[in-house]
T-cell receptor, first 116, second 110 residues
Framework: NAGVTQTPKFQVLKTGQSMTLQCAQD?????MYWYRQDPGMGLRLIYY???????DKGEVPNGYNVSRLNKREFSLRLESAAPSQTSVYFC???????????????FGAGSRLTVL | QKEVEQDPGPLSVPEGAIVSLNCTYS??????FMWYRQYSRKGPELLMY????GNKEDGRFTAQVDKSSKYISLFIRDSQPSDSATYLC??????????FGSGTRLQVQP
């Protein structure tokens, strides 16, 4: 049981280049999320998808786009990378984002992105 | 001001010590409180979950929530070197996704 799989694990980009981070989960979860983690800032939500066919902005969405390709897959795209987007990106999933309950997240191992 | 504040540490303790990790928050609507543990170069994983105020114990770990003070704590008894990790508090309300603290790095010295 793989859980949440992210690719690539590492990537170096030049300013202005574009790239897509891929995420897939095999737990039949409805909700998926993209967070970035920076020193001293903790985990900040970029975008999330409460269910297949829906996406919503989180705390720091500028410079990113997402696609919920199907129930399993949720990708994050950087159209024109900037040095401020150097970070570790985590994809996560949960059974469902409801109005009650813990909404326990299962995280992937992370993707380390450096923008020069 | 951040909604959730957490001392980044690092916190260094000897093996066997009792560890206290804390978070404060500003949004009184938060109802669900969690602690995630993150080992170096790994994704966070859920450690403890509590709903509203009170205590919850799981082995060597105890989570406390004081909603009147907007303060949550995680206690680790008989700390082990394997507890060395970053501990992130997280909380939520309604249909909002989790809001995380910045994490406290803990080092347990053998």
């Amino acid at each position: 049981n793989a859980g949440v799989t992210q690719t690539p694990k590492f990537q170096v980009l030049k300013t202005g280049q574009s790239m897509t981070l891929q995420c897939a989960q095999d737990m039949n979860h409805n909700s998926m999320y993209w967070y970035r983690q920076d020193p001293g800032m903790g985990l900040r939500l970029i975008y999330y998808s409460a269910s297949e066919g829906t996406t919503d902005k989180g705390e720091v969405p500028n410079g990113y786009n997402v696609s919920r390709l199907n129930k399993r897959e949720f990708s994050l795209r950087l159209e024109s990378a900037a040095p401020s987007q150097t970070s570790v990106y985590f994809c996560a999933s949960s059974e469902a984002l409801r109005s009650s309950g813990a909404n326990v997240l299962t995280f992937g191992a992370g993707s380390r992105l450096t923008v020069l | 001001q951040k909604e959730v504040e957490q001392d980044p540490g690092p916190l260094s303790v000897p093996e066997g010590a009792i560890v206290s990790l804390n978070c404060t928050y500003s949004n009184s609507a938060f109802q669900y409180f969690m602690w995630y543990r993150q080992y170096s170069r790994k994704g966070p994983e859920l450690l403890m979950y509590t709903y509203s105020s009170g205590n919850k114990e799981d082995g060597r770990f105890t989570a406390q929530v004081d909603k009147s003070s907007k303060y949550i704590s995680l206690f680790i008894r008989d700390s082990q070197p394997s507890d060395s990790a970053t501990y992130l508090c997280a909380m939520r309300t309604g249909r909002r996704a989790l809001t995380f603290g910045s994490g406290t790095r803990l080092q347990v010295q053998p």
